[in-house]
């Protein structure tokens, strides 16, 4: 890339390095829950297995921000996100940013980092409560972003997305959301090369914002078809 | 001021013959006629509080602050010009922004302290500008322990246990001779604060006045912020009965 780049122009760093896998998020009945693994790789080399890819943000840390792609961009947003918290704190005029008020400014910045050329490198969920309200929106490093009732970024655009349009309900259990994010989290890490069983959980209810500690998926890989492969079908299947 | 100007208090840039710098002793006199503020470090923190005299009914309680929050666990108190120590504030929430961005870690007290000092002493040695108007206490609580600090206009910094600035200083500093630093707590500090700045104001010939109290403790978390309401509330009540009788007698 940069060996092609005319001389008079510059080129910041476009291309990610240590990044982080799929993020996926719905909301149920009373609260949003968010999954991302635990895994931040080095290229295709499984480099960093245990890493925290959500947080909880703001002056209260009522929003959850949880991000795939770069890791140190990742890590750079929440420090952008700290400095503006303890002015917030500092002003101590009882305001702080909600959710939807986060998620704005982020997209402001991912938007126009991208417009400099030299974006952070991630696509971005956030996820709050306030006033009653649950809040569920996303943003990538174009600086596009929406709000939804289900949301995966990564390979889970492809992979998770039909499964929770095909599993989610509004009025969905706190235990039926955890059930069909974990079977989405475990397809995940059963054909993306870049994901890891191992998953952290956030939870955005009513009661506050909360990051879980990381856990297993169980795995079953003694399916007949995992065993034999597909390479027999001479279809370019493995 | 004894010697009073002959020509050479027109600029900070000028020595008297006598070796003084005019502008800044009366850019100290502006503090000594100010309201007054008292400090006091504790075993398990720093407590702040100052006088605000209510300049009107009409005024909306607890506007025009004077105790302002700088980083999570630091904070400043003013006396003096107000719109001057105002300028300090934001210089020291820069400094305490930039020093955690670049080192990880929240800024020292000392440097807090050395980096507005060296700020404000730089306002006494060009023409151009005037010296800042106001003294500041400055409060931290990092991983250094509980700290005080006091900057004066002429950019002198100096650590305390327990100091004072404002017109009350004098008698509010031998009021606090009378603690016991080593065992007092920060809850127990906001009460004696409040005390030692009734103990300073005379009702019969002063405004009424607001106080605002602030700490940086355990029991805060080691964040700095106002006392709660219902700690305000007794120390007022506590400093008004203080005073009451300090009258009777």
């Known amino acids: ?238 | 001021m004894s010697s009073i100007g002959t020509g050479y208090d027109q600029s900070t840039t000028t020595f008297s013959p006598d070796g003084r710098v005019f502008q800044v002793e009366y850019a100290t006199k502006a503090v000594d006629i100010s309201s007054t503020a008292v400090g006091i470090r504790c075993k398990d923190g720093v407590v702040m509080c100052v006088e605000k005299p209510k300049l009107s009914k009409m005024l909306v309680e607890g506007t025009n602050r004077r105790i302002m929050t700088v980083d999570k666990h630091s904070g400043i108190c003013i006396s003096g010009m107000i719109a001057d120590a105002r300028q300090i504030v934001n210089y020291g929430r820069r400094e305490a922004t930039g020093y955690l961005d670049f080192s990880g870690s929240p800024i020292p007290g000392s440097v807090l302290a050395s980096r507005i000092s060296m700020m404000m002493h730089t306002y006494t040695l060009y023409w151009t500008v005037r010296p800042f108007g106001a003294s500041v206490l400055i409060a931290s609580y990092a991983e250094e322990g509980p700290q005080l600090y006091s900057v004066d206009p002429s950019g002198v910094s100096y650590r305390y246990f327990a100091t004072a600035i404002g017109k009350g200083k004098n008698g509010a500093k031998s009021q606090l001779e009378k603690l016991d630093l080593t065992t007092l707590t920060a809850r127990e500090a906001v009460i004696e604060a409040a005390k030692v700045i009734y103990s300073q104001h005379d009702p019969s010939k002063e405004k009424p006045i607001e106080l605002e109290i602030s700490w940086v403790c355990d029991e805060s978390n080691k964040m700095h912020q106002l006392v709660p309401p219902a700690l305000h509330a007794e120390a007022e009540a506590a400093a008004k009965a203080y005073r009451e009788a300090m009258d009777d007698d």
């Open chain 1, 1 to 238: 890339m940069q060996a092609h780049a005319p001389e008079s122009a510059f080129t910041r760093t476009t291309n990610p390095l240590v990044t982080g896998g799929s993020v996926v998020a719905l909301k149920y009945a009373g609260g949003v829950l968010v999954a991302t693994d635990t895994l931040a790789s080095y290229g295709s080399l499984a480099r960093f297995e245990n890493v925290c890819r959500m947080s909880t943000v703001g002056m209260n840390h009522d929003v959850l921000l949880a991000a795939g792609g770069d890791y140190s961009d990742y890590q750079q947003m929440l420090k952008m996100i700290d400095i503006r918290a303890t002015q917030e704190f500092a002003l101590d005029d009882g305001a702080a940013l909600s959710a939807s008020e986060m998620h704005h400014w982020l997209t402001r910045i991912l938007y126009q980092r991208r417009s400099k050329m030299d974006p952070l490198w991630n696509q971005i969920v956030i996820a709050g409560f306030r006033d009653g309200q649950v809040y569920l929106g996303t943003s990538d490093l174009y600086g596009t972003m929406y709000t939804e009732d289900i949301i995966a970024t990564g390979l889970g655009a492809h992979m998770a997305l039909p499964l929770l349009r095909k599993g989610w309900r509004a009025d969905m259990s706190e235990a039926e959301a955890r059930k069909l994010l974990e079977d989405c989290m475990r397809v995940l890490f059963y054909r993306d090369t870049r994901a890891s069983a191992n998953i952290n959980i956030g939870k955005v209810d009513a009661s506050g914002c909360t990051v879980s500690a990381p856990i297993k998926l169980e795995t079953f890989w003694e399916h007949p078809e995992f065993v034999r492969g597909g390479g027999h079908l001479g279809n370019g299947s493995w």
